[in-house]
């Protein structure tokens, strides 16, 4: 025997109401919902069920649970857990209209909705669990949530910082929270927030690079270090995970940035000559060969280059002898220019790139 929940909505007008009695067959009246509940209540009890009923101007709702197998609520749940999002929700929402003030359901719900982009309906699903439970911390944050996704970061704001003030130790409020500040431009407010995040999701890549781009945002100096270690972190731990390429973007700006605070003018006179080498380099070989030797490097430098330190070598497949990270850098970006004058190396050498260019021609202005 079949022994799983049974879930079924009834259009009004699809239903025969000439199974009530008379007197109660007018939809709309109190008598009516009466009658519609005890109904259904009466013949799932005789199959052995358990009915929850929930009648209103357009459907009538049931949930109906046998005492030997799973509430209607828990089947929901094991569908969320399985990934069938799109499955339980139509049973969810029965649950739901069945039960107005279960606030676990109408969590539940709404996180299904805003996974699966239905963030309107999320947020009336959200609020209706905080509203049913003000103290249910993570209803709070996946409203914070669902409001971001609907790009309302006031609301998103208000509803995270309720979060934390129920739970201090949430990281995933922490979190969310200090990636809204940020997108405000507050990074110092958002940088205690990151750092509570990290501290409670230790083994969370999103968190960690998070934490390093608002260590970075916030434009002191002084945190850059501590951000590198970050980046270099995820690299080592996280190598595959989509924010590994931009940790190493990351890790050539402070790199770049370093470089450029330690020279007065700041110009790097090794640079205009490492690009100046390339630029007669490049007059010898065609455009593909050019293009190979960019790649090459492009390639080289998705483990990493370490720009600072003049004592690390590498080779290249297609030119003789070592070269330092800075110097392949240079190279890159020369060779890049001579493609595209807008694309992002990684590395602000285009003030070299003109003196280099300055020198060749011999135009001294």
């Known amino acids: ?37 005890m109904h259904f209540i009466e013949e799932y009890a005789f199959k052995g069920y358990s009915a929850a009923v929930a009648v209103d101007s357009e459907e009538i709702n049931i949930a109906a649970v046998h005492p ?12 969320l857990n399985s990934g069938k999002l799109a499955e339980a929700i139509p049973m969810l929402e029965i649950c739901h209209k069945c039960d107005l003030k279960d606030a676990e359901v109408a969590y539940n719900l709404g996180v299904a909705y805003s996974e699966l982009g239905r963030y309107g309906e999320a947020v009336d699903a959200l609020e209706n669990a905080v509203s049913s439970d003000p103290n ?14 609907l790009r309302e970061p006031e609301q998103s704001i208000e509803a995270l910082r309720k979060a934390i ?10 979190r969310n929270l200090g990636a809204q500040l940020m997108a405000g431009g507050n990074a110092l407010d958002a940088l205690p927030h990151m750092r509570e995040a990290l501290h409670q999701l230790p083994d969370d890549p999103q968190s960690m690079f998070g934490l390093a781009e608002c260590l970075v945002m916030t434009g002191d ?37 370093n470089l450029k605070e330690n020279v007065a003018g700041g110009i790097r006179m090794d640079v205009v000559m490492y ?6 380099l490049f007059k010898g070989m065609d455009r593909m060969k050019v293009g190979e030797l960019t790649m090459e ?5 998705r483990s990493g280059l370490d720009i600072n330190n003049p004592d690390r070598k590498y080779q290249l497949k297609q030119l003789p002898g070592d070269f330092t990270g800075l110097h392949l850098l240079a ?35």
């Not at 239903?15 to 009530?20: E, G, I």
């Not at 030997?68 to 569908?79: D, H, M, S, V």
């Not at 100096?221 to 501590?226: A, Q, T």
């Not at 890159?332 to 260019?357: C, N, P």
């Open 1 to 37: 025997m079949n022994k799983l929940p049974v879930f079924v909505s009834i259009p009004i007008g699809s239903f025969d109401t000439s199974v009530l009695p008379e007197g109660c067959r007018s939809p709309g009246t109190e008598a009516f919902q009466n009658a519609v509940l």
């Open 68 to 79: 030997e197998g799973p509430t209607p609520f828990e089947y929901c749940l094991q569908l």
């Open 136 to 149: 249910h911390v993570n209803a709070h944050v996946a409203l914070g949530v669902a409001f971001s996704r």
């Open 165 to 174: 003030s129920l739970d201090p130790a949430n990281g995933w409020a922490n």
């Open 221 to 257: 100096s002084n945190h850059l270090e501590e951000a590198d270690g970050l980046y270099n972190a995820i690299i080592r731990r996280f190598p595959d995970h989509p924010v590994a390429e931009l940790c190493r973007e990351g890790r050539t700006k402070i790199a770049h940035r």
């Open 275 to 280: 690009i100046a080498d390339a630029l007669k």
């Open 297 to 301: 490097i492009a390639m080289l430098g």
């Open 331 to 365: 190279i890159m970006h020369a060779g890049i220019r001579q493609f595209d004058k807008s694309v992002d190396t990684g590395a602000d050498f285009d003030k070299e790139l003109e003196i280099a260019k300055s020198m060749m021609s011999g135009d001294t202005k």
